[in-house]
Every structure is written in C-alpha cells, then in structure tokens.
C-alpha cells in the first residue's frame, strides 16, 4: 500500500542553520504532497504543498519539490529560527482518495 | 473564522464509561475524518466520512464508531474505552472536488483512559 518515509529525529540545529528534512513516498498513480508542522500543543496545520511532478511548494522561508524521478520530497530552510522549533509531518494524498498518509513525524528543536 | 473545533480537548476517563468527542467545521466541508496519533506511529486514520450519512472505516477503526447526521458535525464515539486508546485525537475537514486534497486540523482532544 501507500507509504510515507521521512527521517527520524529528533534533529537539533542551532539559530541560522540550514535544514533539510527528508521524504520519499511509494505510491500508485501521481499523488498530491504535503508538510505539515505542529507546534507543541497544538494541531497540524499545512506548510506547503505540492500536486504535480516538478511543483516547488514554498511559505515561510521552507520549500519542497516534488520529484517523481526519486519519488522524493524534501524540506528545506536555508536559515532556521528558534520559532521553527516544532513537529514537521511529510503526507501524501490524492490520486483518487482523499485519504492522507503520513509519516512518523520529525522532531526540530533549534536552539539559539 | 474559518476552523475546525473539537471537545473536549483533555479529557481522562475510566475503562468501559462511553464517551463522545465532539468535532465541527464551519468551512461546509464535505470531507470529514477522524485520526489518532501516537509516538512513534504518526497519525493513522480512524474513520472518515465522504458526506452526510456516508462514513467508512480508516485504517484503525476497532473500538470506534461514527456518525454524519449533519455536515458540519463528525463525532467520534468510544463505546467501552480501554487504555489502548489513549492518544491524541484529531479532527480533520476536506472541501470535495477541488482538486488539492488538503485537510484542514482541529486543535486535538488529549484522552486518557485509566
């Protein structure tokens, strides 16, 4: 069935760093892509999406381009924030159903 | 404002009492869904509803039930609730045939079962 894989964390950065998050996806047909974040104590609200190959999803200085090549999707920031600190959720849905898959979940803590 | 509500968001109970978190969108969404989330396992799906009087099973729905009476309303019903099902629930609405099949979150109903 359909599946989403991203790394474990939890990832710790310190304020300005780059990061890079990744997510590849198995699926049937040519899903819709999503990042979610979840800031503690709180529920998940969208970060980006992507709907077709080669889109760039972007919003808050994070992007991610959705590779059918690699069946991948990977989220970056160029320069993290301490704000940035949260749960980040790669999903993946469409193709037919709206059901969403989601990964496990990656834990970014930044510290100053 | 547009969102997803969900109560209660705490609630601890005992093993067997029934009970009802309840869910609303105010977005006239047509898609309604139910997840759970627990460390290590990410959200997984309970139960979801394409339309009023239209429900289906996720992937995790024993011990749960549903209903669509209404369109803004999806409550999720734990009829005899065990500590298996401590978690971290939320609510989720999706509008139909727009073509993104983005979900919209509630803000998470935190149960414990003792």
């Known amino acids: 069935g359909d599946s989403v894989t991203q790394m474990e964390g939890p990832v710790t950065l310190s304020e300005e760093a780059f990061l890079t998050i990744n997510c590849t996806y198995t699926a049937t047909g040519y899903p819709s892509l999503f990042w979610y974040v979840q800031y503690p104590g709180e529920g998940l609200q969208l970060l980006l999406k992507?709907?077709?190959?080669?889109d760039k999803g972007s919003n808050k200085g994070f992007e991610a381009t959705y590779r059918k090549e690699t069946t991948s999707f990977h989220l970056e920031k160029g320069s993290v924030q301490v704000s940035d600190s949260a749960v980040y959720f790669c999903?993946?849905?469409?193709?037919?159903?709206?059901?969403?898959?989601f990964g496990k979940g990656t834990k970014l803590s930044v510290i100053p | 404002e547009a969102q997803v509500t969900q109560n209660p968001r705490y609630l601890i109970t005992v093993t067997g009492k029934k009970l009802t978190v309840t869910c609303s969108q105010n977005?006239?969404?047509?898609?309604m869904s139910w997840y759970r989330q627990d460390p290590g396992l990410g959200l997984r799906q309970i139960y979801y509803s394409m339309n009023v009087e239209v429900t289906d099973k996720g992937d995790v729905p024993e011990g749960y039930k549903v209903s669509r009476k209404e369109k803004r309303n999806f409550p999720l019903i734990l009829e005899s609730p065990s500590p298996n099902q401590t978690s971290l629930y939320f609510c989720?609405?999706?509008?139909?045939?727009?073509?993104?099949?983005?979900?919209?979150f509630g803000p998470g109903t935190r149960l414990t079962v003792t």
């Open positions: 989720a609405s999706s509008p139909l045939g727009q073509g993104s099949y983005e979900q919209y």
């Open positions: 999903a993946q849905g469409g193709a037919g159903s709206y059901q969403l898959t």
């Open positions: 977005m006239n969404h047509e898609y």
């Open positions: 992507a709907t077709k190959a080669d």
